[in-house]
C-alpha cells in the first residue's frame, strides 16, 4: 500500500507539469500578443481560442490535486462542531466520498457534449483544432478528480494513517 502511494504522490507531479506548460505557452503568448499588437498592429490571430483551450488546460489539469488536498474554498462555520465531536476524520471522509460520486454526473455530461461536438465536426475559427479533445481532456480531468476524490474519501474513513505519511 506505501508503495502505491508513492507513486500516486510522484504521478500527482504530471498534471501539475501540463499546468505549468500551459501557463508558460499562455504567457509567452500574451507577451507577443501584446507587442505584436501594439508595435506592429498586428496581433496574434489565433489568442483568443489559444487562450481559451489552455485556460481549461490549466484549470482541469490541476483539478484532482486541488480537489484531494483541500486546495477549493473552504467555509468552516461547522469546524469547531467537527473538531469537540472528534468527527472531522469522519466528515473529511464523507465529504470527499459524496463529492467524488456526484462529480461523475459532470464527466458524463462533458462526455455527451464533446461526442455532440465531434459528431457536428465542430473546430476552432482560426486553427481548425477540433473542441471534442477539449471536451474530452476536461471529462478525463473531472473523472481523475472524483476517482481521486473517492479513494481520498475512503483512505480518511478507513486508513487515515496513509493521508499523514510524509512524502519520500
Known sequence: MTALIRLARRASAVPVLVAC???????VMTFFDVILRSVFNNPIEAATELTRILMAV??????????????????DLTDGLFHRLHLSRVRDGVI???????MFWPV??????AE?????????????IPTFYVGWFIAIAIAISAIAMVVTG???LF?????????P
Not at 506548460?21 to 504567457?27: D, E, G, H, W
Not at 466520498?97 to 456526484?102: A, E, I, K, Q
Open 21 to 27: 506548460i500551459a501557463l508558460f505557452i499562455l504567457m
Open 58 to 75: 490549466l484549470v482541469f489539469s490541476v483539478l484532482p490535486i486541488i480537489s484531494v488536498t483541500n486546495g477549493h474554498i473552504a467555509v
Open 96 to 102: 470527499h466520498l459524496l463529492s467524488g460520486v456526484l
Open 108 to 113: 458524463r455530461r462533458v462526455l455527451v457534449l
Open 116 to 128: 455532440r461536438s465531434r459528431d457536428y465536426g465542430d473546430v476552432t475559427e482560426y486553427l481548425a
Open 154 to 156: 475512503l483512505l480518511h
Open 159 to 167: 486508513a487515515p494513517h496513509y493521508l499523514r505519511e510524509t512524502a
